[in-house]
């Protein structure tokens, strides 16, 4: 890593972020993933039972990219060279115990604003009632500055109470002439606090689907997230 780097790195993590009291995560390996339905409507969704982790963000953010690294399935999610391309709910059970869903992407510029409402409110019905979500993994491309669709999705979250934690995504990728990727994490979580108001930056792993980067990270957080989950229904 070089100094710049370092300084970036330093940078990212430098902002108050809201602290989770997680377990020891256990069974953190991806054993099996299989697709289970595509759904174009809540009540088409399989029956609540496991907890479910939902990927979401911009378009062409790389979504089944990062579903695939996660995995270790190559074609479990199809990724395509055009954006837009999911259009229902997609579930995956990972493990036969908990489920990864592949949800359609937002701030899509071909789609008509019919079309584009009608998928934003899909999505948002889905994160409002959905018993079992256990957390919203907010994906935000790190290899360009701060996007507005993708602030005003996580004011969205916040606002509607839904939990979410952002994973930035093309780690690896620098625009021609721009910033590097934690430059553009740290900015993203200083729009955050200073342009969205948001009193703590929800938690973050930086990933990158070509080369791996964040996978055990993220693997291990969602872990303990289904440790709190399981913990959380037994006092219920």
Known sequence: MTSADARDAGDAEAFPTVQLDLPVPTNVRV???EFVKSSVEISQCPKEGPPEFAVIGRSNVGKSS???????RKALAQVSKEPGK???INHFIINDSWYLVDMPGYGYAK???????EFDAFTKAYFKQRGTLAMVL????GSIPPQPADLDYAAWLASAGVPFSIVFTKADKKKKGGPRALSNVAAFKRALLEARGFPLVPPSV?????TGDGKSELLAFV????GMWEAAKKRR
């Open 31 to 33: 054993r099996t993933a």
């Open 66 to 72: 990062l579903i695939n690294m996660l995995t270790g």
């Open 86 to 88: 999911t259009q229902c």
């Open 111 to 117: 789609r008509s604003k019919d079309q584009r409402r």
């Open 138 to 141: 907010l994906l935000v491309d």
């Open 206 to 210: 930086v990933t990158s689907a070509a």
């Open 223 to 226: 872990a303990s997230l289904r």
